[in-house]
């Protein structure tokens, strides 16, 4: 590896000579751990340019390092940092800087929140994860989607790979959203009225973008995604919080002059509800009656592997107010960060134009690549795959569960791919959730769910997505007598 010559500058108040203080310039860096043994220096006459000064005088420098074995030549190859130059201490992150800008009034509007759900970086390396959302290694189809990315290189896709599409989207893939994802949830869009997002969070940003001001209200449930809640809060809307019960968001309990309902009809977030078809429609009359829209978030429709999936909302809408969000990251994989968003042409036009003043478009290697998966018949065998192995690790789930005198609240008659838990009164999952990482249990807390200030710390949601089968049964013992000790404390 070569070290750019632009991380190399002359420290404009060192002191000695041009040539002592580009020899410890180049000292610094490897006494510092910047520079690693082996890597190429700049040479000579490139770094004499870039720093404005005579070759000799690097000439020079150089050779004294050499002299020090810092560094060694290697013929008309160039320099090199010595293997036997001195090792440098473990690296470590430069000291703070002294920051003298006041931030509490620099920063105009906040965006950080506590209670975001938080997923350790190495999940992976826990023994028992019931981490919701992550791709699992056993199931996803890692051979095909490589060669899918191959192709997607490849000369004939050079254009689909390079090309600015500016505010436009790749053809292909907005053909097969079109022909074959949407017809199986009951909906039929023209490409004008489909947009590719970053994830359905992205589409769920740009629609609260489009559709709220600070004058307006939004109705979203609760519990709910908690970064829709973010989201909506940073529109500064006014925020109507509607509890939802077995059924999912109770359309009576909409209050009046709303402008936007959020609703995750299918599978409610987090408790896993399903909307009964006649809720559905009575939504769709309530917000007839308000002249509100809808936003449905359908981004797990594919999991419903135990009952074929519910129509969709927009399916059933007639006057054009259900604004559909979905995605491809929970299907295929958290990290390819690609939605949709379906809705009226006026709509998808005004999120085409703030999309593309944002990030112009999800890039095109991912785009073309998920067009070749899907339209290969890849993504329909990755889906039966899956869905056969989450029935199976589904079972385990509710028999341990069922073993222990757990309490699962919302399971979803559908499927999914995680149950809403609730323990005992008193229970602080957050605590719990601390006890159980050193057992090796990776669990979800509820609090990050719920708005208000009195919040229930009892819930907390269990994934089996990315957990070994053979694990389940042994992870709920643990949490059951993690749960079993502290109970014990109340008493």
Not at 163 to 169: E, L, N, R, S, V
Not at 184 to 200: F, H, Y
Request: glycine share 6%.
């Amino acid at each position: 590896m070569s070290i750019p010559v632009e991380t190399f500058f002359l420290k404009p108040d060192s002191q000695g000579t041009l040539q002592a203080r580009i020899q410890q310039m180049v000292a610094e860096g490897i006494l510092s751990g910047r520079f690693e043994r082996g890597e190429k220096l700049p040479s000579t006459r490139r770094l004499a340019t870039h720093l404005g000064i005579s070759r000799i005088t690097v000439t020079l420098a150089y050779t004294e390092l050499l002299a020090n074995d810092y560094l060694t030549s290697r013929g008309r190859s160039g320099y090199y940092v010595s293997e036997n130059a001195p090792e440098p201490p473990a690296f470590a992150p430069p000291p703070e800087a002294e920051d003298r800008v006041d931030w509490s009034r620099a920063i105009g509007q906040r965006f950080e929140d506590s209670r975001l759900l938080e997923k350790p970086r190495n999940w992976a390396q826990f023994r028992y994860p019931f981490i919701y959302g992550q791709a699992d290694p056993q199931i996803f189809d890692n051979a095909n989607w490589r060669l899918c990315a191959l192709t997607a290189l490849g000369a004939r896709d050079f254009d689909s790979l390079t090309t600015d599409y500016f505010d436009q989207d790749d053809s292909e893939l907005i053909t097969f959203v079109a022909r074959h994802t949407l017809p199986r949830r009951g909906i039929s869009a023209r490409p004008d009225e489909i947009l590719i997002t970053m994830g359905a969070q992205n589409a769920l940003w740009l629609t609260a973008q489009v559709l709220l001001t600070q004058r307006r209200q939004a109705a979203v449930e609760n519990p709910c995604y908690p970064a829709l809640r973010n989201i909506l809060n940073q529109s500064r809307c006014r925020l109507a919080v509607v509890p939802v019960d077995e059924d999912g968001l109770p359309p009576d309990m909409i209050p009046p002059r709303t402008d936007v309902i959020f609703a995750t009809p299918s599978h409610q977030c987090p408790t896993s509800a399903t909307m009964p078809l006649e809720r559905r429609q009575a939504l769709l009359d309530r917000a007839r009656e308000m002249e509100a829209l809808i936003v449905e978030d359908d981004y797990e429709f594919e999991m419903s592997y135990l009952k074929p999936p519910m129509p969709a909302l927009k399916s059933l809408d007639q006057d054009g107010r259900v604004i559909y969000v979905g995605s491809f990251s929970k299907s295929i994989f958290p990290g390819l960060r690609l939605g949709y968003l379906v809705g009226s042409k006026a709509f998808i036009r005004e999120a085409r134009a703030l999309r593309a003043s944002v990030l112009r478009h999800p890039p095109g290697l991912m785009q073309r690549t998920t067009a070749y998966f899907l339209r290969l018949g890849h993504y329909d065998s990755l889906i039966r795959r899956a869905a056969r192995e989450l029935t199976a690790r589904r079972e385990v789930l509710e028999r341990a569960v069922a073993a222990h005198g757990l309490e699962i609240t919302g399971k979803g008659e559908h499927g999914g791919s995680s149950v809403w838990m609730r323990a005992p009164d008193g229970i602080d999952a957050d605590i719990l959730a601390h006890r159980l990482q050193a057992r090796e249990v990776l669990i979800e807390p509820g609090h990050a769910f719920f708005f208000g200030p009195d919040i229930p710390r009892n819930f907390y949601r269990l994934g089996y997505s990315s957990i070994a089968p053979g694990r389940i049964a042994e992870g709920v013992a643990i949490i059951a007598d993690e749960i079993k000790a502290l109970s014990g404390g109340l008493k």
